[in-house]
């Protein structure tokens, strides 16, 4: 038996989820519907939120509709064991979590109505530029564009909080889930499309095996990607500690930081690319591992290191190095 978190599944669930029409945030061809005073790394999160606020709908529409002998079976870290437990506590809470992270697109796309009206003068006719309605609204009334108005600080700071980054539920999502096989099945059952397969194992680095090995993500992180290699405004913080579920705590830092920077260094030009730090990085692991303890080699063509301490090499995968990169990057001068 294997955990998966709430979370992982929700963003595999994401990863395939479509933007409704009238939420196109962006054009086909990378156009911006923004107004001047809006960065780009705006339009990305209210992406990624969108996605998982729709996958949370869509995951808990078909728990509430399906008799519960076919639900998968739910998972609890919180129980003090070391080791994920059945839990009615799980279910409970997860459910509840899943109806308010459905809820929060109709609260956002409701917010973001009224905030792109209140950009205008009551008596101005004037093209809105908007975050949802697929492109340009139109309202006229005779006028003139207003000279001053809400502001893309004034949206980070006003704009409805996820329940996924709230204290509640931040931590919730990733200690409660589901036994890997039986969250498939029922996600195939259902006709939910999603980045798991039945032959991988979940990204959890926690599961039921003390010696079992965490595989590469199987999960795209292309949406949070794109996030992140947008030029960060001096508000984006704002807009994503709102909108974008950080997977990385806050303070965390990696075992193999030293190894990795190293490994950036190698990478030269290259040293936000994922794929050339994990090439420099498997060298290093390779080559001279007692130099970057607690890398100890390369297995099955991931990088493993001894993590915390333990006897069992753990590999340090491709997306674990994404969002290590991703951080890095956000702090760069």
């Known amino acids: 038996m294997k955990f998966i978190s709430l979370d992982r599944v929700l963003c595999a669930i994401a990863s395939h989820t479509e933007l409704p029409d009238w ?9 911006r519907l923004v107004t001047p005073d809006d960065p780009d790394s705006l339009r990305n999160p209210c992406e990624n939120a969108v996605r998982y606020s729709g996958a949370a709908s869509l995951l808990h529409c078909c728990l509430d509709n399906t008799d519960d002998p076919l639900h998968p079976r739910w998972l609890d870290y919180r129980r003090g064991t070391g080791y994920p437990l059945r839990s009615d506590a799980a279910r409970e809470d997860g459910i509840t979590f899943l109806f308010e992270e459905a809820k929060w ?11 792109h009206i209140r950009r205008i003068e009551v008596d101005a006719p ?6 949802n309605g697929g492109g340009l609204r139109m309202i006229s009334s005779g006028g003139r564009w ?5 502001t893309t600080a004034d949206y980070a700071r006003e704009c409805p909080q996820q329940p996924v980054n709230n204290t509640r539920y931040s931590q919730l999502v990733e200690e409660i889930g589901f036994d890997f096989a039986d969250i498939v099945a029922f996600l195939d059952s259902s006709g939910i499309s999603h980045s798991l397969t039945s ?28 996030l992140r290699d947008a030029t960060i405004s001096p508000v984006a913080p704002s807009v994503q500690e709102n909108l974008v579920h950080k997977t990385a705590r806050r303070g965390r830092r990696s075992e193999i930081e030293k190894a990795i920077l190293h490994a950036q260094d190698l990478a030269g030009p290259d040293r936000y690319d994922v794929g050339a730090v994990y090439t420099q990085l498997a060298k290093l692991a390779s080559d001279c591992p007692k130099d970057f303890y607690p890398l100890c080699g390369v297995e099955n063509g991931q990088v493993v290191y001894l993590k915390e301490g333990r006897p069992t090499p753990h590999p340090f995968t491709r997306h674990a190095l994404g969002e290590f990169l991703a951080r890095r990057r956000s702090r760069a001068p």
Do not use: C, M
Request: aromatic share 8%.
């Open 146 to 150: 207003r000279n001053l108005g809400p």
């Open 23 to 31: 939420v196109r945030l962006a054009t086909p061809d990378g156009g």
């Open 105 to 115: 697109y109709w609260q956002w796309e409701e917010f973001d109505k009224n905030f």
């Open 199 to 226: 032959v991988e194992h979940p990204d959890s680095d926690r599961a039921t095996d003390p010696n079992a090995t965490r595989p590469a993500q199987p999960i795209s992180a292309q949406t949070e990607g794109q």
């Open 126 to 131: 004037s093209q809105v530029p908007s975050l």
